[in-house]
């Protein structure tokens, strides 16, 4: 089960992502999600201090940043160069899996 294939694994999370909800707690998976400063209104410019959360709690959000960024990245470069991964897939789910093992196979292979 699915379940059983994530089990132990770690997932990066945006400050959105509400770990505390019954239909997202998933056992055996562990969550890293930012802390939270909710009177932020606006993004943070480059170097800029969250104000209200410790000095921890910033590297913290920081570390997790940096995990998404490098986990998003490739799928960017890949969504780019694969541009029938860009709208709406019509055509089965199965053949949107293939097609996304496809691309990322071909990928490696490049970067190799």
Not at 78 to 90: D, H, Q, T, V
Request: aromatic share 8%; with cysteine.
């Amino acid at each position: 089960t699915l379940s059983e294939l994530i089990k132990g694994t770690i997932v990066a999370a945006d400050c959105n992502y509400s770990v505390g909800r019954k239909d997202r707690i998933v056992e055996g998976v562990r969550f890293l999600v930012p802390f939270s400063n909710a009177g932020r209104k606006r993004k943070l410019a480059e170097g800029e201090q969250e104000r209200g959360l410790t000095s921890a709690q910033q590297n913290y959000n920081k570390l997790v940043r940096e995990i998404r960024a490098g986990v998003e990245a490739p799928f960017g470069l890949i969504k780019n160069r694969w541009k029938a991964l860009e709208g709406p897939f019509a055509e089965p789910e199965e053949q949107l899996t293939y097609l996304v093992h496809f691309a990322i196979a071909v990928e490696n292979f490049i970067l190799k």
